[in-house]
């Protein structure tokens, strides 16, 4: 049944949809397996390890575990005995549960899955590098005036959008940057040579002064096209720190958008969307990392499952280097995600094992009452779920749609 729904999926929406689907599936699996092999090298009994939810679609026991399949392919679950106070085990096995264990062992299960997520986000940066390069901004030498301020000296002079500055005062400038670099202070009077299309032109003006800087000469001119995007090859040394960079930027913008998202206003924002369909804006690039580009409106947009599968697959069409790098975000988003410390993520199991931790001494164990935190738990739960359905909605009605 499981290979019969990827023929599926192949067939009607092709190739780059199979590939994200088993990539995602992949990461779900490693997420759970992190959670496993540390629970078993602490010494832990692990009854259940199953990829999906609801009903059982197969399943084989090799000794105290149970593997299989279920049918909703919305997740993954490893089921450890006594994950807390609330449940009731053979004293026989008190030893094997999570609860008896030692702090760094509870902890060191808690953190596995996310820690799984960086090290994949990690080794696929590393690998986009590597294979793809990077991209780099240089000056073009092919640029031209975008815009050009309103009563401003090049305004003054006659200056239009479509116009390329190619000299001041008879020294040759190949691109905007060159022009900075020689426009003398504010007050100066400048001639520039101008190329209009196949006329070189002659202007003069007088130069104002820098709204950012006093010290600098203004003209009053911007430019688009003042920059290129070009590829560059990474060696494998040079590649490690460069990943390191990239890995803490996307967690760096992971962490804040979380915290936006799940902000009032954010939530507000959201649901509010969600009521009134909002025109999808268009999308504008972000600024630093490799990040290609982020929804204009709306920077904190959630996506679901089903959106992610979308835009993997539109990555993917266009280079197997944006499938890497679309992978590597969403496993540092997933990482980072996952250790928001509220029950019943893995970050509130880390937030119970250390506040256990500091509440047992004097060789007295400590142990907290999870009942107290159940009402939290179902809370964070429903939050979970309308959001879940949320961006399932916005996702059918108003996709998120991917700059050309």
Same mark, same amino acid.
């Not at 031209?144 to 003054?156: F, I, M, R, Y």
């Not at 009077?189 to 002064?209: C, Y």
């Not at 009942?371 to 009605?397: C, E, H, N, Q, R």
């Given at each position: 049944?499981?290979?019969?729904?990827?023929?599926?999926?192949?067939?009607?929406?092709?190739?780059?949809?199979?590939?994200?689907?088993?990539?995602?599936?992949?990461?779900?699996?490693?997420?759970?397996?992190?959670?496993?092999?540390?629970?078993? $090298?602490?010494?832990?009994?692990?009854?259940?390890?199953?990829?999906?939810?609801?009903?059982?679609?197969?399943?084989?026991?090799?000794?105290?575990?149970? %593997?299989?399949?279920?049918?909703?392919?919305?997740?993954?679950?490893?089921?450890?005995?006594?994950?807390?106070?609330?449940?009731?085990?053979?004293?026989?096995?008190?030893?094997?549960? %999570?609860?008896?264990?030692? %702090?760094?062992?509870?902890?060191?299960?808690?953190? $596995?899955?996310?820690?799984?997520?960086?090290?994949?986000?990690?080794?696929?940066?590393?690998?986009?590098?590597?294979? &793809?390069?990077?991209?780099?901004?240089?000056?073009?030498?092919?640029?031209?005036?975008?815009?050009?301020?309103?009563?401003?000296?090049?305004?003054?002079?006659?200056?239009?959008?479509?116009?390329?500055?190619?000299?001041?005062? &008879?020294?040759?400038?190949?691109?905007?940057?060159?022009?900075?670099?020689?426009?003398?202070?504010?007050?100066?009077?400048?001639?520039?040579?101008?190329?209009?299309?196949?006329?070189?032109?002659?202007?003069?003006?007088?130069?104002?002064?820098?709204?950012?800087?006093?010290?600098?000469?203004?003209?009053?001119?911007?430019?688009?096209?003042?920059?290129?995007?070009?590829?560059?090859?990474?060696? %494998?040394?040079?590649?490690?720190?460069?990943?390191?960079?990239?890995?803490?930027?996307?967690?760096?913008?992971?962490?804040?958008?979380?915290?936006?998202?799940?902000?009032?206003?954010?939530?507000?924002?959201?649901?509010?969307?969600?009521?009134?369909?909002?025109?999808?804006?268009?999308?504008?690039?972000?600024?630093?990392?490799?990040?290609?580009?982020?929804?204009?409106?709306?920077? &904190?947009?959630?996506?679901?499952?089903?959106?992610?599968?979308?835009?993997?697959? &539109?990555?993917?069409?266009?280079?197997?280097?944006?499938?890497?790098?679309?992978?590597?975000?969403?496993?540092?988003?997933?990482?980072?995600?996952?250790?928001?410390?509220?029950?019943?993520?893995?970050?509130?199991?880390?937030?119970?094992?250390?506040?256990?931790?500091?509440?047992?001494?004097?060789?007295?164990?400590?142990?907290?009452?999870?009942?107290?935190?159940?009402?939290?738990?179902?809370?964070?739960?429903?939050?979970?779920?309308?959001?879940?359905?949320?961006?399932?909605?916005?996702?059918?009605?108003?996709?998120?749609?991917?700059?050309?």
């Amino acid at each position: 049944m499981a290979v019969g729904l990827l023929a599926v999926v192949q067939l009607k929406w092709g190739m780059p949809m199979l590939i994200v689907v088993l990539a995602i599936i992949g990461m779900i699996f490693l997420h759970e397996l992190g959670h496993f092999v540390t629970a078993r $090298a602490a010494g832990m009994k692990v009854t259940e390890f199953f990829l999906g939810f609801g009903p059982r679609l197969w399943s084989m026991r090799r000794g105290d575990t149970v %593997y299989g399949l279920k049918a909703i392919p919305a997740g993954a679950y490893v089921r450890i005995i006594g994950m807390n106070n609330l449940e009731e085990v053979a004293p026989a096995e008190e030893h094997r549960t %999570y609860r008896s264990k030692p %702090y760094w062992r509870r902890m060191s299960v808690a953190v $596995a899955g996310s820690t799984v997520h960086f090290l994949l986000a990690l080794i696929l940066i590393f690998s986009f590098l590597v294979l &793809d390069g990077k991209s780099e901004s240089v000056p073009s030498p092919n640029w031209t005036v975008h815009l050009v301020a309103s009563e401003s000296p090049a305004e003054g002079a006659g200056l239009l959008s479509g116009d390329r500055i190619v000299s001041v005062d &008879d020294r040759p400038v190949a691109t905007m940057e060159d022009m900075v670099a020689i426009l003398p202070g504010p007050g100066t009077p400048v001639s520039l040579g101008v190329q209009r299309g196949d006329t070189l032109l002659a202007r003069t003006l007088m130069l104002g002064t820098h709204p950012e800087d006093a010290s600098r000469g203004y003209i009053g001119i911007s430019s688009r096209s003042a920059w290129l995007r070009q590829p560059v090859q990474v060696g %494998y040394l040079e590649a490690v720190p460069e990943t390191l960079d990239e890995f803490g930027f996307l967690a760096k913008e992971s962490v804040l958008g979380i915290g936006r998202f799940f902000s009032p206003s954010g939530l507000n924002n959201f649901f509010r969307d969600v009521a009134d369909q909002p025109v999808q804006g268009g999308v504008v690039p972000a600024e630093g990392g490799l990040t290609t580009a982020a929804p204009a409106e709306n920077q &904190d947009r959630v996506i679901s499952i089903f959106g992610a599968l979308r835009i993997g697959a &539109d990555l993917t069409e266009s280079g197997y280097g944006n499938l890497l790098l679309f992978l590597a975000l969403l496993n540092v988003f997933i990482g980072v995600f996952n250790m928001i410390p509220l029950l019943p993520l893995d970050g509130g199991h880390v937030v119970i094992a250390t506040y256990e931790r500091l509440r047992s001494w004097r060789g007295r164990r400590y142990t907290a009452d999870v009942a107290k935190m159940v009402p939290v738990a179902y809370a964070v739960i429903l939050v979970l779920v309308f959001v879940f359905i949320g961006s399932v909605y916005l996702d059918f009605t108003d996709p998120v749609e991917l700059p050309s």
